[in-house]
């Protein structure tokens, strides 16, 4: 993972769904750089499939850590993509 100016390493993942929708939280991503991987079909997925998802594609997750950010990622069973989130 990455490391920011303190030496932190950080790469948000979340299932928030609604990111799309929701300008404040789009604008703050942007605003601190914040590099994010929404789980978007994770609506019906227990804790552990959730896991397992993102484990089996955590070399791609790793090395997207490494891209300066602000950027958006969609993961899904099938593999990480771009997440477009446009401002309303």
Sequence with gaps: ???????????LITRDR???YRLIEKRLLRAYSVKGLFLTQAGHMNMWEILKMVMRHWEQID???EVPGPWAKSL??????DLKL???
């Excluded at 993972?1 to 790469?11: K, P, Y």
């Design 63 to 65: 090395a997207l850590a």
């Design 76 to 81: 899904t069973h099938v593999g990480i993509n």
């Design 86 to 88: 446009p401002d309303y």
């Design 1 to 11: 993972m990455a490391s920011d100016r303190r030496g932190v390493r950080s790469l």
């Design 18 to 20: 609604r990111i799309r």
